[in-house]
Structure formats: C-alpha cells, structure tokens
C-alpha cells in the first residue's frame, strides 16, 4: 500500500490513483525570470522522485510542468532590460533544461509555456465560465475571483478568513496570508505589459490560472497529484482550487503534495544575505551533480533541508559508501558458490527500500535498507567469502534502484570517445585530483583514479608530475 501525506487532509493516506495503473502527475514548474537555484531544485527533485517510485511501482505516469512565462516577474524584468518576454525568458528556459538534465530528474510528458498556442485562450475560457457563473466580476477592465462566492476558499491552507474586508482587491500574483483577498484572473492592460485581445477584453492573465488551465489541457478536469513547495499552498494553489472547482464543478486534484524549504547554513537562502546558490556554485566547489542531487533527496520531502559544507561532505560520504563497495564487487574475480545470506540480504534490502518509500516517500527508510546491505556484504567481502556471483547479483540489485529510482549512485561521466576530447577530461580529472591531494582529502583522490581506471585511464605518479596512458596501449 502507498501512502502520501495530502496537504488539503493534513493526513497521511492510502494513494488510489483514479484509474488503476495510471498516474496523472501536475507540478508547478519555474517561473523564468532568473536562472533556477538550489532551493528550486530541492522541489523539482522530490518531484523526480515521486514520479520515479510511482514508475518504480508499476504505474503509468503523466506528469506535466507548465512554464511561467507571463508574470509579474517576468514583465518587469523583460521591461527593465529592454527585451520581448521570449527572448528575456529564453535563457532561463534553457538554463532550466540543461540543470535538469544535469541532475538526472526524468524531462515532463509536457511543458506547457503560458504565451504559448492557444494557452490563453484556455485561460480565457475559465475566466469567462467564472464570469457567467458569478463568481469572478469586473472592476476597471480587470477580472477578479470572488472568494465569498467559494465557500470552501481556504481548505488547503487553513487560512484565517475573518479578518479579511469584503470585497477587498489585489493586483499581485503573489501576497502573504495574511491579506487574503479577492484575486486578479485576468489584469487590465498596463502601459509596457503584454496585452492579448480577447472575448473578455484585452489584457494578459494573472498567474493562478495559467495552472489551472494547463492542468486540465493535458490531465483533465480532475487529477491525481499536485505538487510543489509549501510556499505555493497560499495564495497559488489555494486560488487554482478555487478557479477550477467553481468553473468546473468537480473536484480539482486528490492528493496535495508539498516539499518543505531549503535553507542555506541555517538561513533562509536570499541574495542579499550572499547565501544565495546556483547549481553551477555547487559544481564549482568540486562537488559532482550526482552528490547535490543524492543531497538533495535524502532529506525527507517534508523537512526542511539545511544546505551546509558539511551536509555536501556528508552526502558524499554516504554516496562513496556505496560506490566503493560497487567498486570492490566488480572486481572480484574468484568463483564460488552462491551465499544463501547475500540472496536473503539483497531480498531484505529490495523489501525495506520498497517499504520505505511506500510510507510517505520515507527516503531515510529507503536509504537505511541500502546501507544495511552494504554492511552486511562489507563484512562477507571482508572474510574473502563472496564469489563473482553473488557480487554480480548486488551490483545488478543497486543498479536496478539507481537507475529507476535514486539516479545518483552508479552513473559517471563517460570517458569521451574521441583523443582531443579525452585528453582535456583526463587533465581536468588529475588536477581536481592533485587539488584533493594538496587539501589531503587523499580519499576522493582515490576516488578520481579509481574514475580514471574505470575509464581504462591509468595513472603514473612520476618525479615529473603525473602520467597518464589508456591501459593496454604505450601511450602517456
Ligand atoms: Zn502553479
């Protein structure tokens, strides 16, 4: 049985997707008016791992993540640089693609950009429904949702709704819990914004339901799963249940999931304050994309994580735990017959790692039945008991769950194919070694080589500096 924690209970409960088998999977995605930082990619990474484990599990999964391109954000930013939204957006679009991939989180079925296609014409469609059914009105050329007219307005957040003035207004896309208030769906025409022609008038959409539109584009009226950080339960995903359930009629989303933050040395992460990080900073300090994500989702999605040096070290650690016993395995060349206790471990591992995840994506469960294992064939590697088949039955079982789950155990860089190329990676590679060296981290100096000589490089530390040759060949 799975089980998630559903923001609009409170409650932890049993996961029964609409149609058996089949995932219907929406994720808010960036707002592109800056390049993405870490902090954004603690989210898109528990959404990577939901998504992997319900595939993990056997099931079918849509998942779409729409891009907000249209934004009080974007706008502004697009206006002090002089630049059309496209071609302000566009770099952060790209930047978003290739840190993704970076990471290892599996691409959406669908990235639905808000000015793209007839988007706003789906917006506009809501927006009119709302209209017609009384519960948006207008007010000098702008449509605004009236949340008295929804009676269950405040459900997901529990927010207070006594203090609010009735009929009290607001413009922005986002605003604190504490002003709740009637929301713009559609924004008048402002000198130096987009405007769109429509059937409700010109103007250019509020936020809020770029969402709602997008989701039932590809997912239909009602989905499964909704997620994104605890900072989109109010006002955005308040106001997307709201929009799409009174324009509907139907319930809008069964399961409400939310990450919680990431906070840097114990601060929240903000520009001023210098914490701030993009991934790019990370790699810079010589942390491998593999370990920033393994990081990333060892907390559980709904702690908050404390991104520190020593959390980095620490999930590098952990991380090197398991390779280096991958390493050791695949090199063990003796023959002897299949230990009934390594079967029994890797079946006991399969089992707490399954389990672990099944309960609320409990990814310390998940991790701990791993580190068992490992322990425990450790302790046969030791006494010199384990034979080529039983060390090929666990590398095979870490990297079944690496490559559908965890993704950051296994995989390296490849070593390129082609001469030039090499040479410039095998260079990098022994002067990030020589730099652990100096700073005496002689274990990921170890950890390099052992790269190098997978890659069938081979070292040579010389009086004159460092060698390199391709094994087998005399070249260096
Ligand atoms: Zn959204």
Known sequence: MIRFHNTLSGKVEEFVPIEPGRVKLYTCGPTVYDYPHI???????????????????????????????????????????????EDYTRPYIEAFYAERDILNALPADHYPRATEGDNIQGMVAI???????????????????????????GRLSKINLEDRRPGSRGDADDYEKDSVHDFALWKAPKKGEPVWETEIGPGRPGWHIECSAMSSRFLGLTFDIHCGGVDNIFPHHENEI?????????????????????????????????????????????YAPEEVRFLLLSTHYRKMINFTEEALAQARTSRN?????????RHIERDLPPAPAVAQAIETARAGFASGLEDDLNISEALAALFELVRSVNTVVSRGELGREDAQSVIDFVADIDDKVLACLTRDAPAPADADTLEAWVREKIETRQKARAG?????????????????????????????????????
């Not at 729409?66 to 002090?80: F, H, L, R, S, Y």
């Not at 007010?139 to 007219?149: E, L, P, Q």
């Open 321 to 329: 735990r398991i390779r280096n016993l991958l390493f050791e395995l």
């Open 242 to 286: 709201a929009q799409s359930e009174a324009a509907n009629g139907v319930k809008f989303v069964n399961y409400w999931l939310h990450c919680h933050h990431l906070i840097v040395d114990g601060e929240k992460m903000s520009k001023s304050k210098g914490n701030f990080y993009r991934l790019s900073d990370i790699l810079a300090k010589g």
């Open 127 to 153: 927006i009119k429904s709302l209209l017609d059914k009384g519960y948006a009105y207008r007010k000098d050329g702008s449509v605004y949702f009236a949340i008295d007219k929804f009676p269950s307005y």
């Open 39 to 85: 902090g954004n990619w603690r989210a898109y990474i528990f959404e990577d791992l939901l998504k992997r484990f319900l595939r993990f599990r056997g099931f079918d999964v849509t998942h779409v993540m729409n891009i907000t391109d249209v934004d009080d954000k974007t706008i502004k930013g697009a206006a002090a640089k002089g630049m059309s939204l």
């Open 440 to 476: 005496k981290d002689f274990r990921r100096a170890d950890e390099i080589r052992r790269e190098l000589l997978e890659a069938g490089i081979v070292l040579e530390d010389t009086k004159d500096g460092v060698r390199w040759k391709k094994a087998g060949t005399a070249k260096s």
